[in-house]
């Protein structure tokens, strides 16, 4: 699975959009990027995935390049429940093992 | 909304003993995954199970510790003669209802504690 760069720490004001960026310059065509975060110590909790195009859902979107080498995170608004460590990974389509956590970016959403 | 369920939420054992952790995964899924993460550092991949069988392990996964489906639902980790370095949260996870890579749901943990 290809490697993945984050900064190590971003803050945001609440109520305002958090993006968080990712890059993944040797991602390949069956690839996909996936997003989770870990509140605190409790377990990672899934927000979002894609292939190529954009998604969204009820808690994020996901914005991808269309050269596919990098992407964003956006959490429209942000709340201090979102304080969180971030982890983008890149796992292949039909690859059922492991997830690998990097250091993933700690977003700090201020009052 | 069906969840990764983990017991205990916290273990306390000596150095030397056994313990086993228990996951009932989401129902449907046919992979499962344990991680553990020791305070303050990454989520780190131990095993990977389907059908039955480790598709994969990382180096940490050594001759202690086994996993088992024991009833189809429930899924267990068994580390045999606990170290103080086991200490750690550990994660159970779940995912893959068919052919294509999906998300995996992860549990709330088992904090253990080797004194």
């Known amino acids: 699975d290809a490697k993945t760069t984050q900064p190590p720490s971003m803050d945001c004001a609440e109520g305002r959009a958090a993006n968080l960026p990712c890059n993944h310059s040797t991602i390949s065509g069956n690839e996909y990027v996936y997003w989770y975060r870990q509140i605190h110590s409790q377990g990672p909790q899934y927000i979002i995935h894609g292939l190529k195009n954009n998604e969204t859902n009820e808690m994020a979107s996901l914005i991808i390049t269309e050269d596919r080498k990098s992407s964003t995170l956006i959490l429209p608004h942000a709340t201090l429940r979102d304080t969180a460590v971030y982890y983008c990974?890149?796992?292949?389509?039909?690859?059922?093992?492991?997830?690998?956590f990097g250091s993933g970016t700690k977003l700090n959403v201020k009052p | 909304e069906p969840e990764v369920t983990q017991t205990p939420s916290h273990q306390v054992t000596q150095m030397g003993q056994e313990v086993i952790l228990r996951c009932v995964p989401i129902s449907n899924h046919l992979y499962f995954y344990w991680y553990r993460q020791i305070l303050g550092q990454k989520v780190e991949f131990l095993v990977s199970?389907?059908?039955?069988?480790?598709?994969?392990k990382s180096e940490i996964f050594d001759d202690q510790f086994s996993v088992e489906r024991p009833d189809g639902s429930n899924f267990t980790l068994k580390i045999r003669s606990t170290k103080l370095e086991d200490s750690a949260m550990y994660f159970c996870?779940?995912?893959?209802?068919?052919?294509?890579?999906?998300?995996?749901?992860f549990g709330q943990g088992t904090r253990l504690t080797v004194v």
């Open positions: 996870a779940s995912g893959g209802t068919g052919s294509r890579s999906t998300e995996a749901f």
């Open positions: 199970f389907y059908n039955n069988e480790i598709s994969e």
């Open positions: 990974i890149v796992r292949g389509v039909y690859n059922f093992n492991k997830f690998y």
